[in-house]
């Protein structure tokens, strides 16, 4: 996937809805919050898909 090679993304919390994305986490951890649902935590090593229309802080 040559993710070593990829700029590293930077955000700070926010709320926005989701076009179809694939993380790869380097480094650090995020927690995700779908709308009516449980937050998610993730971090180094997660590989995760976020659905298009997904919407979550």
């Known amino acids: 996937m040559g993710v070593f090679k990829r700029v590293i993304w930077q955000k700070e919390v926010c709320k926005f809805p989701r076009t179809q994305e694939i993380h790869y986490f380097l480094v650090n951890n995020a927690i995700a919050t779908p ?3 449980q937050p998610v935590q993730m971090g180094k090593g997660y590989l995760m898909t976020f659905a298009a229309g997904m ?3």
């Open 35 to 37: 709308n009516g649902g």
């Open 55 to 57: 919407s979550d802080t």
